[in-house]
T-cell receptor, first 117, second 111 residues
Framework: DTGVSQNPRHKITKRGQNVTFRCDPI?????LYWYRQTLGQGPEFLTY????????KSRLLSDRFSAERPKGSFSTLEIQRTEQGDSAMYLC???????????????FGPGTRLTVT | QKEVEQDPGPLSVPEGAIVSLNCTYS??????FMWYRQYSRKGPELLMY??SSGNKEDGRFTAQVDKSSKYISLFIRDSQPSDSATYLC???????????WGLGTSLAVNP
């Protein structure tokens, strides 16, 4: 399977704990996005990478959230001191280099469902 | 005013019906218009995208964009139970970055 993969698929944690999610984009896609989605809502943009550079962060991404994409391949999203309001589906998407297809086409992974108790 | 408005439904139709899904938007900078389908507990998958006003057809799906009215539609012909999902409209201003999403419309096609 050469699609976007995310791990873990589900994470249950206690309030105050730190969690880290991983996203592996489609090979050779240089753009990577993180979104958060709660029930009955569309995805909310969190952050965007082009290669290893983090080019945009939403104001939703508080100081407790950090994302990295070392070497421009996989990406990690870390949430420190989790709160119950962080419970959501965290989605990762990637899109190809401009010359290989429209970069507004985003391909999504299955998501990581986080539950904070 | 919200940047994107989409009726969340739910919408329930019999198998074989024609389904019409709609979104309105307020940002004139939007250049790309997309429809995604999302099954329960899965990530969204791109169904169709359009760049300009007019219609685009792909099998049973037709996407329609009216830039003058800031209104986009997705039509599904001969709807099937497998079409039961949430349909999300999404917009991009052509800056290669984030998509702006509607809430999604929940569709159930009953056999």
């Amino acid at each position: 399977d050469t699609g976007v993969s995310q791990n873990p698929r589900h994470k249950i944690t206690k309030r105050g704990q730190n969690v880290t999610f991983r996203c592996d984009p489609i090979s050779e896609h240089n753009r990577l996005y993180w979104y958060r989605q709660t029930l009955g809502q569309g995805p909310e943009f969190l952050t965007y990478f082009q290669n290893e550079a983090q080019l945009e962060k939403s104001r939703l991404l508080s100081d407790r959230f950090s994302a990295e994409r070392p070497k421009g391949s996989f990406s990690t999203l870390e949430i420190q001191r989790t709160e119950q309001g962080d419970s959501a589906m965290y989605l990762c998407a990637s899109s190809p280099r401009w010359e290989r297809g429209p970069s507004y086409e985003q391909y999504f992974g299955p998501g990581t469902r986080l539950t904070v108790t | 005013q919200k940047e994107v408005e989409q009726d969340p439904g739910p919408l329930s139709v019999p198998e074989g019906a024609i389904v019409s899904l709609n979104c309105t938007y307020s940002n004139s900078a939007f250049q790309y218009f997309m429809w995604y389908r999302q099954y329960s507990r899965k990530g969204p998958e791109l169904l169709m995208y359009t760049y300009s006003s007019g219609n685009k057809e792909d099998g049973r799906f037709t996407a329609q964009v009216d830039k003058s009215s800031k209104y986009i539609s997705l039509f599904i012909r001969d709807s099937q139970p497998s079409d039961s999902a949430t349909y999300l409209c999404a917009f991009n201003a052509g800056n290669n970055r984030k998509l702006i999403w509607g809430l999604g419309t929940s569709l159930a096609v009953n056999p």
